[in-house]
């Protein structure tokens, strides 16, 4: 399979960018489990830990973040993610386009009803 140019990747999908988000808002090493806690507390919502890994191999397999493997005292490893500049080109365009769509809208009216 061609990895995908940038063109192609923007926008992201909603997961997408929350997962990237997410990455960018964990302290620390930020591994998948620390990323789907991220997310889960954010949200409010439970999230299949493999949900996450699939979002962040295919992420990575877009160039969007990068994983490195660190080692821990107990001998054991684990990946830990960051946002390339690709991933950080992406959620900007992502945002202004979100933010280019609610222009306009007015719920009020709606929410009211």
């Known amino acids: ?3 995908p140019d940038l063109a192609e990747v923007v926008p992201l999908g909603t997961f997408e960018e929350q997962v990237m988000l997410a990455v960018l ?8 489990m620390a990323v789907r806690r991220e997310l ?3 949200t409010r919502r439970s999230i ?6 699939v979002t962040l191999d ?3 397999f877009k160039g969007l973040i990068s994983s490195t493997r660190t080692s821990r005292d107990d001998s054991s490893s684990r990946r830990v993610f960051a946002v390339t500049p690709p ?5 900007t ?3 202004a386009m979100r933010e280019r769509l609610w222009r306009g809208v007015e719920l009020r009216t ?3 009803g």
């Open 110 to 112: 709606l929410l009211q």
């Open 48 to 53: 299949a830990i493999g949900s996450i890994y």
């Open 93 to 95: 365009q992502t945002r």
């Open 58 to 60: 295919r992420l990575e």
């Open 87 to 91: 991933g950080a080109h992406a959620l």
């Open 1 to 3: 399979m061609k990895k």
């Open 25 to 32: 808002r964990t302290t620390g090493d930020p591994s998948a």
């Open 40 to 42: 889960e507390a954010v």
